[in-house]
Each structure stands twice: as C-alpha cells, then as structure tokens.
C-alpha cells in the first residue's frame, strides 16, 4: 500500500513538472541524474554485492523510497546506470551525422567515442567489477551486457552499413566487422590499463592508436582495397 502510495506521489509529481518544464529542468530529472551518478560511483567502489540501495539514497541525497519511486530494484537501477554511462560517451547524434563527412571522417568520430569510452577510467572500473563477480555466475554480465554494449553494436552495425550502401566499404558481415572494430579499439591498451600495468592513456597516444585501428579497418573492409 505504501508502495502504490508513493507511486501516485512521483506520479502526481512528475505532471505537475511538465505542465512547469519552461520554468527550468524538472525536479524530477535532477533526482534521477543524482540518484544515477550516486549508483555508477558507488558500483566502482564497492562492488554490485557491496552497494545497497540505503547508501545510493544517502549519496544522491535522497529518500529510499524516492530511489524505489525511479527503481524497482538494484538490477534494474544497474542496468540505468550502465545504459546512462554509454550514452554519455556515446550518444546517438554521433551516428546521425553518416555522409555529413567523409567515411574517413565519419569512422574517425565513431572511433574515438568508441575508444574514450572503452579506454576511461570508469569503463577499466567496470570490467574489473565484471570480472571479479565471473566466478558468481554470468547474470550480473549478462544484465551489463544487454543494458548497453548491445544496443552499440547495434548502432555500430547500422552505421557501417548506411556506409556499404554508399559503396564505399564492403563488408560481408557487419556484426562481424563491428566486433573487430571495437576490439581493435580495444586493443593491448586496454590490457595494461585493466591489470594496472598503466593508470592512464595520454591524448597523443590514443589519437595514435585510434588512426593505426581505422587504418586496420579500413584495409579489410574499404571498397577497393
């Protein structure tokens, strides 16, 4: 009863701050942002299995029942966490611009998303944590896997398809060949980064290593070539 009680209170809420969205950005959309940053730092630091739902409502700054009115449960506030990180460092318009440039230019822009992504902080945090709980079972990768990754890959399919139709790459398998893309962004220096062999990638080395993938790629898959 408390539940639906609180349901119809975010409910209530949430029209009356669209009736009110030109006087500046939704409360309701402030708490979730927060309650979302404060779930993403706290996976990191301490783990799937170490974070509750109390200490994400402590640092975000807001009730429990507030976090329970955006989540129904940690899964399914994990799952947010990771689409909202991905698409932060990956969001759509990066692909809605295909034949705006070259296909060189094009592949550069989706490339160095791909690869500040991959390549961050956050993401090395990530995979350790993915890693770590492996030996539980696959859910929790499984659920990391289907809140994000897939839908880039997606995307990734779609955008070097749009470029085959323009004949300018000739590709026989587009999962396939986004596979390859990612793990050649992914290469050694996601290696060193994930066992701490190197805390960091400067600018100069990234670009370098981006411009050696695409090359890479575009020696397989270019039209022509």
């Given at each position: 009863?408390q539940?639906?009680?609180?349901?119809?209170?975010?409910?209530h809420?949430?029209?009356?701050?669209?009736?009110?969205?030109?006087?500046?950005r939704p409360?309701?959309?402030?708490?979730?942002?927060a309650?979302?940053?404060?779930?993403?730092a706290?996976f990191?630091?301490?783990?799937?299995?170490g974070?509750?739902?109390?200490?994400?409502?402590?640092?975000?700054g807001v009730?429990?029942?507030?976090?329970?009115?955006?989540?129904?449960?940690k899964?399914?506030?994990?799952?947010?966490?990771?689409?909202?990180?991905?698409?932060?460092?990956?969001?759509?318009?990066?692909l809605?611009?295909?034949g705006?440039?070259?296909?060189?230019?094009?592949?550069?822009?989706?490339?160095?998303h791909?690869?500040?992504?991959?390549?961050?902080?956050?993401?090395?945090?990530?995979?350790?944590?993915?890693?770590e709980r492996?030996?539980?079972?696959?859910?929790?990768?499984?659920?990391?896997?289907?809140?994000?990754?897939?839908?880039?890959?997606?995307s990734?399919?779609?955008?070097?398809?749009?470029?085959?139709?323009?004949?300018?790459?000739?590709?026989?398998?587009?999962?396939?060949?986004?596979?390859?893309?990612v793990?050649?962004?992914?290469?050694?220096?996601?290696?060193?980064?994930?066992?701490?062999?190197?805390?960091?990638?400067?600018?100069?080395?990234?670009?370098?290593?981006v411009?050696n993938?695409?090359?890479?790629?575009?020696?397989?898959?270019?039209?022509?070539?």
């Amino acid at each position: 009863m408390q539940d639906t009680a609180a349901e119809g209170a975010v409910a209530h809420q949430v029209g009356n701050e669209t009736k009110n969205q030109g006087r500046g950005r939704p409360r309701c959309v402030e708490k979730n942002q927060a309650i979302l940053e404060a779930a993403t730092a706290l996976f990191l630091e301490n783990g799937f299995d170490g974070t509750s739902m109390d200490e994400v409502a402590r640092r975000a700054g807001v009730s429990k029942q507030t976090v329970y009115s955006h989540f129904a449960g940690k899964e399914q506030l994990f799952a947010a966490s990771t689409r909202a990180k991905i698409e932060e460092h990956y969001p759509e318009n990066v692909l809605s611009r295909v034949g705006a440039h070259s296909l060189e230019s094009d592949l550069r822009t989706v490339s160095d998303h791909i690869a500040e992504l991959m390549l961050g902080e956050e993401a090395i945090a990530m995979f350790r944590l993915l890693v770590e709980r492996g030996g539980k079972g696959p859910d929790l990768a499984e659920l990391f896997w289907q809140s994000g990754p897939l839908d880039m890959l997606d995307s990734l399919k779609a955008f070097l398809g749009q470029w085959c139709e323009r004949g300018e790459l000739d590709i026989p398998d587009l999962e396939l060949a986004a596979m390859q893309l990612v793990s050649l962004l992914k290469g050694g220096l996601h290696y060193r980064l994930a066992i701490g062999l190197v805390d960091r990638v400067d600018r100069a080395t990234l670009d370098a290593h981006v411009t050696n993938c695409i090359d890479a790629f575009l020696k397989l898959y270019k039209s022509g070539r």
